[in-house]
């Protein structure tokens, strides 16, 4: 069966994130006062073969840890539809 997965990768949160630095400076010269933080990661969408869900959950999870994911600086997190 295929599974479809969606891994989150995000940057460590003891680790400054220029990207949402930037972004948060944008929405404050917008006038948007009221957002307190921003990170910005990446979401990524795998079509997993597997015989069941937490299969395609093992085999994700070796995928980021192997390759989509940084861990000096980044977190992962793994759920599948």
């Not at 959950?57 to 390759?67: G, M, Q, V």
Request: net charge negative; proline share 5%; charged share 20%.
């Amino acid at each position: 069966m295929t599974y479809n997965v969606q891994v989150t990768v995000m940057p460590l949160k003891e680790l400054l994130d220029p990207q949402g630095k930037a972004v948060m400076g944008g929405l404050q010269n917008l006038g948007l006062t009221t957002v307190q933080d921003v990170r910005i990661g990446k979401n990524i969408t795998l079509q997993v073969e597997a015989n069941n869900p937490e299969e395609a959950k093992k085999i994700a999870e070796e995928a980021s840890k192997k390759l989509l994911a940084n861990p000096v600086m980044e977190y992962f997190e793994v759920s599948v539809n």
